[in-house]
């Protein structure tokens, strides 16, 4: 089947232990030193095999974990990207056009909120660049296009970049003609359904860091509290022993 193209190569997740799937979701600066502490605490009970498994955990790249945690953040957009690329799969020789033209609306819908998602949490160490932005969204269409790949995407668990790949049009299968005068309406409709799906993709993004934020922003509330306690038990402790 022409969509069945991946061939990536992926960690499988039973090959690690439970503990360290979630070092794939980790932002890059920490992952390193997650690494290392769960080495250390799997060999202190007295799994070497595992510690040895995780140890040789190569660091996924920016894009991989951004995905990654996007996937654990949004599931159900994960899970509805990857249900309609196996429908999309199973339709491509199937000489259904119209079929295959709703699904991929429905698959890229998907995939564009995972992408937004994504490349919020990259934005968080900084402006993501637009190489950034197509690696996130290439890596996605790629995870999508094989089967093993999409079923590690939904768990967040992928370990490499995955080239796109299976994407291109009906191989040899005819589309219905359509005539003249309706292709330039049916393609704005089509363009502002697209826009429609972008637009909402923005918004749930944007909902997602508020929400970020206002929990960052309570963190730093608790612990400013925590300081000025801490700092006047210590001035009324110096003012004491004076």
């Given at each position: 089947?022409?969509?069945?193209?991946?061939?990536?190569?992926q960690?499988p997740?039973d090959?690690?232990?439970a503990e360290?799937?979630k070092l794939?979701?980790?932002a890059p600066?920490?992952?390193v030193d997650?690494?290392?502490?769960l080495?250390?605490?799997l060999?202190s009970e007295?799994?070497r095999?595992?510690?040895?498994?995780?140890?040789k955990?190569?660091k996924?790249?920016?894009?991989v974990?951004?995905v990654?945690?996007?996937a654990r953040?949004?599931?159900?957009?994960?899970?509805?990207?990857?249900?309609a690329?196996?429908r999309?799969?199973r339709?491509?020789?199937a000489g259904k056009?119209?079929?295959?033209?709703?699904?991929?609306k429905?698959?890229?819908q998907?995939?564009?909120?995972?992408?937004?998602?994504?490349?919020a949490?990259?934005s968080k160490?900084?402006?993501?660049t637009d190489a950034v932005?197509r690696r996130?969204?290439?890596?996605?269409?790629?995870a999508l296009s094989g089967?093993?790949t999409r079923?590690?995407l939904?768990?967040?668990?992928?370990?490499?970049?995955?080239?796109?790949a299976?994407?291109?049009a009906?191989?040899?299968?005819?589309v219905p003609?359509t005539r003249s005068?309706s292709a330039?309406?049916a393609?704005?409709r089509?363009?502002?359904?697209e826009e429609r799906?972008?637009?909402?993709?923005?918004?749930q993004?944007?909902?997602?860091l508020?929400?970020?934020?206002?929990?960052?922003?309570?963190r730093?509330?608790?612990a400013t509290?925590e300081?000025?306690?801490l700092a006047e038990r210590?001035?009324?402790?110096?003012?004491d022993?004076?």
């Open positions: 089947m022409p969509f069945e193209r991946s061939t990536e190569t960690m997740s090959e690690i232990p360290a799937k794939l979701a980790v600066e920490e992952f997650a690494r290392k502490e080495v250390i605490a060999r007295g799994r095999e595992e510690a040895q498994a995780v140890s955990l190569k996924p790249s920016q894009v974990l951004a990654n945690r996007a953040d949004r599931p159900q957009a994960a899970k509805d990207a990857a249900k690329a196996d999309l799969a339709t491509q020789l056009p119209e079929a295959y033209r709703a699904l991929t429905e698959m890229e998907a995939a564009a909120l995972l992408s937004e998602v994504a490349i949490t990259v160490s900084g402006r993501p932005r996130i969204a290439d890596h996605i269409r790629g089967e093993e079923a590690m939904t768990r967040g668990m992928l370990v490499d970049e995955i080239e796109p299976g994407f291109d009906f191989a040899g299968v005819p003609k005068g330039p309406a393609g704005k089509d363009a502002e359904r799906a972008r637009e909402k993709a923005r918004r993004a944007a909902s997602a508020r929400k970020q934020l206002a929990e960052a922003e309570r730093v509330h608790e509290k300081r000025d306690e210590l001035e009324e402790l110096e003012a022993a004076g």
